[in-house]
């Protein structure tokens, strides 16, 4: 088996000076980074870090990556990019290795190639959502982009390179793009797809171009830096509602996925159908009821039943969308309420006239019958314009949950101290696969002191993307560490019963090797492209 030089990251700090000095005349002095305050931050996620890293670089262009990654290979240290840097949950922009320089591409946010009519956008790491966002709106575009529920500030490309997704039916996002622009670790750029070839036409369009296909050895990996990529965009549909309902009991879930599946697969539900539990929704709502509970956690008993009852929540609350002309969006209509007859509860569906009507009435509404419709549609509507793409900022106040001060104006889980370690199996897309892995999400989340707060999407036809979140408040003693024991428990009892995480906080990563084989082969491509191992050591590839 071949091995991966051993320390690569220990520098002296003769050679880290010499390196800054070199860095700072490829990007300027005033982008190297080096302060103790800026630092800190650096190394602050949602959860126990340890690695430090000596530098932040803030390249402007691409020419400026390669020049920096040359740098690092000849003195030996190693880098670490990230776009926007907000992997919350998952390790925030800490690097993997300690003594990793962190190469922050956020300015290079440029949208260097548009096309309404063949719906594509190819832009640089820096480009977030909103900016995005801004971009077609500001152009009268019938085009979305598909959002996640992160920040609006997040980077599309960061996003995707984590396989990240989002809520329309572009919400897989690493299926959405093609064309890579990646500079590799010896400093060299490559374009994959068509883009190899000199004034490719369908460069943008074609993900496969010819021969093999090399994208997917950049997602989730430590072999490349992508500097540039195209996202295909979905042309707005003549009509849009979306659905919501809910089911109670253990059961419900089961009956619910087995009912959504078939018109998943049939394609009349083309888009992520997102299921929370009661956790999940009353934790984007407001805070832990700290007084109520009289300072004990987790929520449960009295307390936890109001909260259902005002906000009209079930065990499970799930929504989705409609999305076509309008004859295909009453059929998709018909067939949704057909396939949850009787096996939910308040199914609803919802559009832009209904949803001013529901805002006009919600007070007198709920002096009637006591459910607090004003609250419930603050959450709503940000789910709603998610379907449609519309990037929202108001889910993150869901990783204040545990905090005892409200969310700031301008909110940072990182600065804030907020607990938040998310564990995010895969599963079949049926009801008894659904049912076993939440069971052991709420066991175990129960038995550490946590609410399993638990969402469920139908990102594809066939499988499930569930994410349990632990979220506490880091201020506490002991927090860290009890959620550190909590996460670590949870995905061994998953992984014993064939459930993965599609994705992997950087605590986790190097532990989640499979077959000796495939662990091997990864290796040796990565000792090809990297001999050094000058970039992100540990991410996801583990070394020697
Ligand atoms: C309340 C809340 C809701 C969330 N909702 C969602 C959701 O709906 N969907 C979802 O997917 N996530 C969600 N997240 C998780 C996370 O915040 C997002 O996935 C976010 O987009 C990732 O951060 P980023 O975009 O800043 O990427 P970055 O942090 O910049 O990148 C992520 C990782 O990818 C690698 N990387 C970044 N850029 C590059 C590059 N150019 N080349 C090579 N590798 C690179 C780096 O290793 C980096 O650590 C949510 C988080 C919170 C707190």
Redesign the pocket.
């Known amino acids: 088996m071949s091995q991966l030089p051993l320390q690569e990251t220990r520098t002296t700090d003769s050679a880290i000076d010499r390196a800054l000095l070199e860095w700072a005349a490829v990007v300027g002095r005033e982008h190297v980074i080096d302060n103790a305050a800026a630092l800190a931050e650096a190394r602050t996620a949602t959860f126990a870090t340890s690695q430090a890293t000596p530098a932040i670089l803030r390249p402007a262009d691409r020419s400026q990556v390669q020049e920096c990654v040359r740098i690092a290979n000849r003195i030996g240290i190693p880098l670490?990019?990230?776009?926007?840097?907000?992997?919350?949950?998952?390790?925030?922009?800490v690097p993997t290795a300690d003594g990793s320089v962190l190469l922050d591409?956020s300015r290079m946010n440029r949208i260097v190639d548009f096309s309404e009519d063949l719906a594509y956008a190819t832009v640089e790491?820096g480009v977030s959502q909103r900016q995005l966002y801004a971009f077609l709106r500001e152009r009268g575009s019938r085009l979305w982009i598909d959002a996640?529920?992160?920040?609006p500030d997040?980077?599309l490309?960061?996003?995707t390179?984590?396989r990240?997704?989002?809520h329309t039916p572009y919400g897989d996002?690493f299926a959405q793009v093609c064309g890579l622009e990646v500079v590799l670790p010896d400093g060299q750029c490559i374009e994959t797809g068509f883009a190899r070839y000199a004034g490719a036409k369908a460069a943008p369009l074609n993900r496969w171009g010819l021969g093999p296909t090399l994208d997917g050895l950049?997602s989730q990996s430590n072999l490349?830096?992508?500097?540039r990529m195209t996202i295909w965009l979905m042309p707005a549909p003549e009509c849009f509602q979306s659905f919501c309902c809910r089911c109670d009991g253990e059961g419900g879930i089961s009956e619910l996925i087995d009912a959504l599946r078939p018109l998943r697969l049939d394609g009349t539900l083309r888009s992520t159908i997102h299921i929370g539990n009661d956790y999940k929704v009353i934790s984007a709502i407001r805070q832990y009821p700290w007084d109520e509970m009289g300072g004990e956690t987790p929520l449960g008993g009295p307390a936890w039943a109001k909260l259902r009852k005002q906000f009209n929540i079930g065990s499970w609350n799930a929504s989705g969308g409609l999305y076509g002309t309008r004859a295909q969006v009453a059929e998709a209509r018909r067939l949704v309420r057909r396939a949850l007859a009787g096996k939910v509860d308040k199914l609803q569906f919802l559009d832009d006239r209904m949803l001013r009507i529901a805002t006009r009435f919600a007070r007198p509404y709920g002096w009637f019958t006591g459910w607090d419709l004003s609250r419930t549609l603050e959450l709503l509507r940000p789910v709603y314009g998610l379907m449609q793409g519309v990037p929202t900022e108001h889910?993150?106040s869901?990783?204040y949950w545990r905090k005892r001060t409200p969310p700031p104006e301008r909110m940072d889980?990182d600065r804030d101290a907020c607990g938040?370690l998310?564990c995010s199996p895969i599963a079949p897309a049926t009801g008894e696969h659904a049912l076993q892995l939440t069971r052991i999400g709420y066991r175990v989340l129960l038995e550490h002191g946590f609410e399993p707060a638990i969402s469920i999407s139908m990102v594809s036809e066939r499988s499930l993307a569930c994410v349990i979140s632990i979220t506490y408040d880091r201020d506490l003693p002991g927090e860290d560490e009890r959620a550190s024991r909590c996460h670590d428990e949870l995905k061994r009892r998953l992984a014993e019963k064939g459930y993965y995480p599609y994705r992997l906080d950087i605590r986790s990563m190097g532990a989640m090797d499979g077959q000796p084989a495939y662990a091997d082969l990864l290796r040796n491509i990565k000792l090809a492209l990297d001999p050094t191992n000058v970039l992100?050591p540990g991410?996801y590839i583990t070394g020697a």
């Open positions: 670490y990019p990230i776009s926007s840097g907000k992997n919350w949950g998952y390790g925030s922009r591409l790491p996640t529920g992160a920040s997040c980077s490309i960061g996003n390179m984590e990240g997704f989002g996002h950049f490349g830096i992508v500097t889910p993150l869901s990783a889980p938040l998310w992100a991410r």
